[in-house]
């Protein structure tokens, strides 16, 4: 396998992205829009409807608004779109929904709010005026390319701040770096930070539609649009090296071969009988599986199944397997490379299909693959695969793969967890 190209981003934080401008920018706690009002500004942006009417579309003027170029719109500074907004934990009825058992944060909730957010961001860059109330846009998340949380324990006792900008710009996608930070008094102290990729579509959601395009104005911006670029061709890279297109590397397939030996029978000669290697489980016995039916409730503001919900549906079961798996406390240290690869109908099933891939230390690498069936036609497509890195509080045996399929999901895992390990003296 090639050598990945390693972005700069890995050093980089928002906040240094931001520190020009953030100071003029900033409020109180008290002042800020809360995130549910964040989520409301985005309805009353593309005229959502307050109830649900299967076929609801927006209006044929909308529509006629859709910018035809980029070279001919007046480019933005990533101080235009840079946003902030509080979920207020403070308050003991709203904490009971972002609370888990453990008295610490759902991630889950934390990822839906994060979706809300990145959408507004993207959104506001894209305004053709900053007056406007209106856009003739839809934008949706296309990918999570990263999360990463730089602490283990996410306390619900304080308020936490989101904010984030937009850090690099396509033809139509929309990259929007964010943070999250728990307001401790007069401390902040980040907690999250993550890459969102939004893509702009014309209001049927019909054909790709054009952003504004995006200028620095300082050369750490400059920077931060260079690292965007090195992402996307990071991405590409990966994908093009995908274990569903190519051959493990040598030193995989060597690996791939030690683990088979290791579980045959010394006393048989025979590649059909096999044996669990000592504090080793097999890989199918972690297996976990859930349906959803989707109901109107979960909609987002174009009519589909919300994204953020998805995602906190896959963060939820890739936990549950996991407290499962380890028999003890559960740390989501890392969410990696969240594709979202169609939209989820009203009334469809989701599949989620969780199983643990890999295991190092006290680490495990959690693979969630999401399916969608219409009900009517019986025809199933793959809409995510979520990477979950999740941390124990005690050491974990090793996963064995059986079959060929999932020796390749256990490659898989594997580099996943070598990227967040080759990344964890940045977080």
């Not at 890999?358 to 969630?368: A, K, P």
């Not at 974990?396 to 079959?403: E, G, T």
């Amino acid at each position: 396998m090639a050598s990945l190209i390693r972005p700069r981003f890995l050093i980089l934080r928002l906040p240094q992205i931001c520190s020009g401008f953030r100071k003029s920018l900033m409020s109180s706690a008290s002042t800020l829009p809360t995130i549910f009002e964040a989520r409301k500004r985005i309805e009353d942006i593309v005229s959502a409807s307050q109830s649900w009417q299967p076929g609801d579309k927006r209006s044929n003027e909308e529509q006629a608004r859709v910018a035809g170029g980029q070279d001919s719109l007046p480019p933005r500074t990533m101080k235009d779109s840079y946003s902030e907004a509080i979920i207020p934990l403070s308050d003991p009825l709203i904490r009971e929904k972002y609370i888990n058992h453990f008295s610490t944060l759902r991630i889950g909730r934390l990822l839906e709010d994060l979706d809300t957010m990145g959408v507004l961001i993207a959104y506001k860059h894209n305004m053709p005026d900053p007056k406007q109330t209106r856009s003739p846009l839809t934008i949706v998340t296309a990918l999570v390319d990263r999360l990463d949380l730089h602490t283990k324990v996410v306390g619900v006792e304080h308020d936490l701040k989101l904010s984030g900008n937009v850090t690099w710009v396509g033809s139509s996608s929309i990259e929007v770096g964010m943070t999250v930070k728990m307001l401790k008094g007069d401390v902040e102290e980040e907690i999250v930070s993550t890459t969102f990729v939004n893509v702009a579509r014309d209001s049927e959601n019909s054909k790709a539609a054009i952003c504004y395009p995006l200028k620095p104005t300082t050369p750490l911006e400059e920077s931060i649009m260079e690292d965007g670029e090195q992402k996307k061709l990071l991405r590409q890279q990966r994908s093009r090296e995908s274990l569903l297109k190519n051959a493990p590397t040598a030193e995989e397939r060597e690996l791939v071969h030690s683990i088979f030996v290791d579980t045959l029978d010394p006393g048989v000669s025979s590649f059909s009988i096999r044996r669990m290697p000592p504090n080793s489980v097999w890989m199918e016995s972690t297996k976990m599986k859930n349906a959803i039916l989707c109901f109107p409730q979960e909609r987002n503001i174009h009519n589909k199944i919300f994204g953020g919900y998805l995602m906190r549906q896959a963060t939820e079961i890739a936990y549950t397997n996991a407290i499962l798996f380890c028999r003890g406390r559960a740390f989501i240290r890392a969410i990696g490379n969240i594709q979202f690869k169609r939209p989820v109908e009203i009334g469809s099933v989701i599949f989620y299909s969780s199983e643990i891939a890999y295991t190092e230390g006290q680490f495990m690498q959690i693979r969630v693959h999401t399916e969608v069936e219409d009900v009517k036609t019986g025809k199933r497509d793959t809409t995510n695969v979520f990477h979950f890195t999740i941390e124990s509080d005690h050491a974990l045996p090793r996963v064995i793969p059986k079959s060929y399929g999932e020796s390749m999901l256990y490659l898989s895992g594997r580099r996943q967890f070598q990227n967040f390990s080759s990344r964890s003296d940045d977080l």
